[in-house]
Nanobody, 130 residues
Framework: QVQLVESGGGLVQAGGSLRLSCAAS????????MGWFRQAPEKKREFVAA???????YYSDSVKGRFTISRDSAKNTVYLQMNSLKPEDTAVYYC????????????????????????WGQGTQVTVSS
């Protein structure tokens, strides 16, 4: 059983930065895709970023150029560096793991679908004040 624990959320002013971490346990995930999603109040969960086993990264248009996803395979941890934060980035951020494909590379759209991920963290709140 995989467990994902996010940390690093908080309150920050617009233009500021935060770094989210997602620590995985129960299974080594270095050969699998990991993703970040977010959900704002009364909105659907949306894709933010993903990284595959080969460290290829994918971003939503809304965060491209401001957010960076990375992974430390030795620590079984994925990060989301968020810079130039905007009030519209306010949401609960979730880490997700796709354990179905070992060293697989898919189309971009695959990584954006939350249904492709098998495990989810509990979420961490990010609030950006104007």
């Amino acid at each position: 059983q995989v467990q994902l624990v996010e940390s690093g959320g908080g309150l920050v002013q617009a233009g500021g930065s935060l770094r989210l971490s997602c620590a995985a346990s129960g299974r080594t995930l270095s050969d699998n895709a990991m993703g970040w999603f977010r959900q704002a109040p009364e909105k659907k969960r949306e894709f933010v970023a993903a990284i595959n086993w080969n460290h290829i990264t994918y971003y939503s248009d809304s965060v491209k150029g401001r957010f960076t996803i990375s992974r430390d395979s030795a620590k079984n941890t994925v990060y989301l560096q968020m810079n130039s934060l905007k009030p519209e980035d306010t949401a609960v951020y979730y880490c997700a793991a796709d354990v179905g494909g070992w060293r697989s590379t898919y189309s971009v759209s695959y990584y954006t679908r939350d249904t492709e991920y098998d495990y989810w963290g509990q979420g961490t709140q990010v609030t950006v004040s104007s």
